[in-house]
Each structure stands twice: as C-alpha cells, then as structure tokens.
C-alpha cells in the first residue's frame, strides 16, 4: 500500500484568526462575593478586591477588565447577583477574555448554574481561572474536576442552610419573635431586637381599625389613607385593599405572633410558600405592646366573617355594599333575578330552589 502524504497546517493563534498582527493583552476580569454583610465577611470582601486589583495590574501580559463584585447575597442561584450577570454579559460582549475568582464556591453553589455558565463561556473561549482548586475552565479536565467540587459547594450550601432553619426554629420554639420591621407599619425595633410601637404609625393603624368596624370597606379605607397622603409600611403614599387586609387579619398588632406562616421549599431557588400545615407554626401570646385591644381585632374578624355570609349582587356571590347599608343584600332587582339568577344566588342550594319554582 502506497505512503500517503500528509501535511500538518497548525492551528492558528486566536489573534491571527481576528486578522491582527500580534498578540494583545488579555482582557482579565475578577469576581468576588460574599454572602453575609456583616463586619469579618465585609473585611473579606476588600481584601479580595484589592489583591484582584494589584494580581491583574502586575501581569504586564494582562489589561485589568475590571472588578465585579457582590456584597451580601447568596450564591445558591444567580437571580439576585446583579454584578456576576453584568459580568458574564460583559464576557458575551467582548469586554473580557478571562475570569479570576477565588473559589468554586464564590462563583456558584448550585452545579447546575456553574456548569451552565462556564460552558456558554467556554463556547466563547473565555476561561475562568479558580485560585483554589487551580482550575482553568478551558483545559480538558477542568470540567470533570468542576462537576465533583461545585456538587460539594451545594451540599455545604444545603448543610448550612439546614443549620440556619434549625436556629430558627430553635428561637421560635423559645417564643423569640422575627419580623422585618422595615416593612411592618407601627413597629420598629430597640437596641435589644424587641418590637417597639411608632405612635405616630400606631395612630394609622388604629384608624384603619375603627373605620372598619364604622362599616368603612376596605377600598373606602385605603382611598381615605391614600387622599391624606399618609405612608403605608414600605413608605408609600398609595394604598390598595390588600394594605388594608393585611393590616386588619396581622395578629401582631393585638400582641400576638404566629411564627413560621410561611417556609422554603427549596434552598436553592429560596422559594417561599404559604405554611397550610406542612410544617410546624408557633402562636406567642402577648409577645410584645398591642395596638390594637384584643377585643377590637376580635371584633374585626367577625365583621369580616358578616360581610362575607352576605348574599349580594356581585358575580361572586357576596355584596360590596354589605358594610354600608343595612338593608343590604336583602332586596334584588326582580328583572335581574329573572335573567342571570347564579349570579345573584350566594349557593348552589338556593340556586336549585330559585329554578325548580321557576
């Protein structure tokens, strides 16, 4: 069998291949992250930027493309991380050709953002170089080697979510009452964590109470609050109807607190939803200083429950007028009744009555 010829032809250098005529700086950008604000983790954070900053800047082969940096967020999914996709846009644009981070972990804890993102940067030639692990995301076993160390991020990431959760439970089962004050209208908190009343939010609060029980609906009450341009508890001047609900179902303004009304189904999405009996609640009574007396809150609860029962005019079959007029649901429009009875008929019962007399 005849020797065929074969000739190499070299790869060409990636400078070539962009038609210039040597080899440019390459474009290194670092990413650092910290999950917690407080001081020792803050301290961290400088650190790791200023030896980015000077690492980059002393390799004379390098053009510094920047520091991105995330303060205070997890790094269990991307959503949040405002910096690291403004980063990875950036890698996608052009603007950077490598990637310094300190660890696997400070990039993701999640395997499956990790490796989605260090494939689509490696569609694009762009390395990420992980200090730690001594991994260059564009070698032959740098992904293997990946699979194995961001799996375990995401197992320490779930250890220490589970350890967090049992603290908390621990501190509910002690009564110990969390709330995010910043957002809770009539409330902030003292130098020892403790609910604390603001007179002057309490006085919106109890107004929304009374005009409540004066048979004010709850769009009446928050057009009033609105008109006066008075702040609801994120410091808005606009009220809707689901203010005033929240505002008028809360226990803790009678002193009370029921803990752990919601929970997180998954650490890595840290979706929240409503608790109906899946876990464990907590009720501390008198656990801080009512607004609102204990009668009163009772008092608005069966309000609610009266006008709820009342038959009216609404497709649903309960009246918006109910808490205004007393006569209320009591009296209907006969040619009303006539054409669209399921509408008016606050049950199927009364509906299968009105039908067989008709």
């Not at 752990?260 to 109906?276: G, I, P």
């Not at 501390?284 to 609860?301: K, W």
Request: hydrophobic share 35%.
């Amino acid at each position: 069998m005849a020797v065929r010829n074969v000739e190499v032809i070299p790869a060409k250098p990636r400078f070539i291949r962009k038609g210039l005529t040597e080899q440019p700086k390459l474009k290194v950008a670092a990413y650092c992250r910290v999950s917690t604000d407080q001081d020792e983790q803050l301290s961290s954070f400088e650190a790791q930027r200023e030896h980015y900053f000077s690492y980059i800047n002393n390799n004379k082969s390098w053009e510094f493309a920047g520091i991105y940096a995330d303060e205070g967020i997890s790094g269990t999914n991307t959503k949040k991380r405002t910096e690291f996709n403004r980063m990875i846009d950036d890698c996608l644009d052009g603007k950077i050709d490598m990637i310094l981070t300190k660890s696997v972990s400070r990039f993701a804890r999640n395997t499956l953002d990790c490796l989605q993102y260090i494939r689509q940067l490696k569609e694009n030639n762009i390395a990420v170089y992980f200090e730690k692990e001594n991994i260059n995301t564009l070698d032959a076993k740098g992904e293997i080697l990946l699979v194995i160390i961001s799996s375990l991020a995401q197992e320490e990431s779930f250890a220490l979510s589970h350890n967090t959760r049992w603290g908390i439970v621990h501190r509910f089962q002690n009564g110990k009452v969390l709330v995010n004050h910043k957002r809770f209208l009539g409330y902030t908190k003292d130098e020892n964590g403790e609910l604390v009343i603001v007179p002057e939010q309490a006085e919106i609060v109890k107004r929304i109470y009374r005009e409540f029980l004066e048979g004010k609906s709850t769009r009446q009450i928050a057009k009033g609050l609105t008109q006066d341009g008075l702040k609801n508890g994120v410091g808005n001047t606009k009220w809707n109807e689901s203010n005033i609900l929240q505002i008028l179902k809360n226990e803790k303004y009678k002193g009370d607190a029921r803990l752990q009304k919601t929970y997180t189904v998954d650490f890595l999405t840290k979706k929240r939803v409503k608790n109906n009996g899946i876990v464990q609640s907590y009720y501390v009574s008198e656990s801080h200083e009512p607004i609102i007396s204990s009668e009163d809150f009772a008092a608005v609860q069966a309000e609610f429950r009266r006008r709820s029962s009342i038959r009216g005019y609404s497709t649903t079959g309960k009246n918006q007028y109910g808490c205004k007029y007393p006569f209320s649901g009591m009296l209907f429009c006969y040619k009303l009744w006539r054409k669209a009875p399921e509408k008016l008929l606050g049950n199927r019962k009364e509906q299968k009555l009105y039908l067989e007399m008709h």
